[in-house]
Nanobody, 121 residues
């Protein structure tokens, strides 16, 4: 059973960088066809794909966030990390890490429990 656990600060100040890490167990982030994603849900809104990284290390981002987003990985720790720069209160959301074994973006088979991030001074 794949398990994903998000970690990171719950409060970030405007203009700073939000960094969240997802620790994976029960699977390797380099396993063939695996795609590892970040998804968020803002208050009163639906789920929004932020970006992700594939088993091969390829990355993809939501075009609306691409200029501020990067996703990296540490294969020795079986973790992947989201960096979102220049945050504003509009980035306040519950952030989830999610995965699939279909080599597809914006498809989710496994989810973390989510972590609340608030952007406020």
């Amino acid at each position: 059973q794949v398990q994903l656990v998000e970690s990171g600060p719950g409060l970030v100040k405007p203009s700073q960088t939000l960094s969240l890490t997802c620790t994976v167990s029960g699977d390797s982030i380099t396993t063939n066809r695996g795609v590892w994603s970040w998804v968020r849900q803002s208050p009163g809104k639906g789920l929004e794909w932020v970006g992700g990284i594939s088993y091969a290390g390829n990355t993809a981002y939501n075009p609306s966030l691409k200029s501020r987003t990067s996703v990296s990985r540490d294969t020795s720790k079986n973790q992947f990390t989201l960096h979102l720069n220049s945050v504003t209160p509009e980035d306040t959301a519950v952030y989830y890490c999610a995965s699939n074994r279909r080599n597809r973006w914006e498809v989710y088979e496994y989810w973390g429990q989510g972590t609340q991030v608030t952007v406020s001074s």
